[in-house]
Each structure stands twice: as C-alpha cells, then as structure tokens.
C-alpha cells in the first residue's frame, strides 16, 4: 500500500472513530483532519504522527492563517534565553544563550 493509500485511510478511520469535530465543541460532523501543531512547523514535515485530530472544514480552513504565522516563528525562534535573547533551534544545547 502507498503512502498517500495508508494515509487516506488512517483519516477515514480517524473520522470514523471521532466523527465530531474536536474544535467546536463536538457538535459539528468532522469532515476533514487538522494537524495539531501544524506539519509546516516540522522541518521536512517531520513530526509525531498521532498528533491529528478530526475537524469541521470551518475549524480547519480557521487556523490556516495563524499556522502560517506559528510556523514562520516556530522555525525562526524558537528558544528565549533568560537574558531575553532569542536563540535559533539550529544551535548546539552547549552554546543556548551565548
Ligand atoms: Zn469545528
């Protein structure tokens, strides 16, 4: 089975499980899966693969804007040393606030 076959279903078994979306309060039918936090945050879309949630379209299509912004950020910053300097993911934990 490919890749993209594998994740077609593991979605329809998501929303067949949890078939209200998460995001509104249960109310709404869940058409579609949200990634939370979302996969641009992850460098080469790398990031655990249980964190995905059913969701309405409107709950989804809601935060593309925001994750665009937490992404950005996310990839830039993401450490405040204590002296308030931001320092870069990319750095060895030895040199974190130099
Ligand atoms: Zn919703």
Redesign the pocket.
């Known amino acids: 089975m490919g890749e993209a076959s594998q994740r077609r279903k593991s979605k329809r078994a998501l929303l067949k499980d949890n078939p209200f979306?998460i995001?509104?309060g249960g109310t709404?039918p869940a058409t579609t899966t949200e990634h939370c936090p979302p996969r641009m945050m992850f460098r080469g879309k790398q990031r655990p693969h249980d964190l995905v949630f059913s969701?309405?379209e409107?709950?989804n299509l809601g935060t593309k804007r925001s994750d665009l912004v937490a992404s950005l950020l996310g990839r830039v910053y993401t450490l405040a040393s204590s002296s308030g300097k931001l320092i870069s993911r990319s750095k060895p934990e030895s040199r974190r606030g130099v």
């Open positions: 979306c995001f509104c709404e969701s309405c409107i709950c």
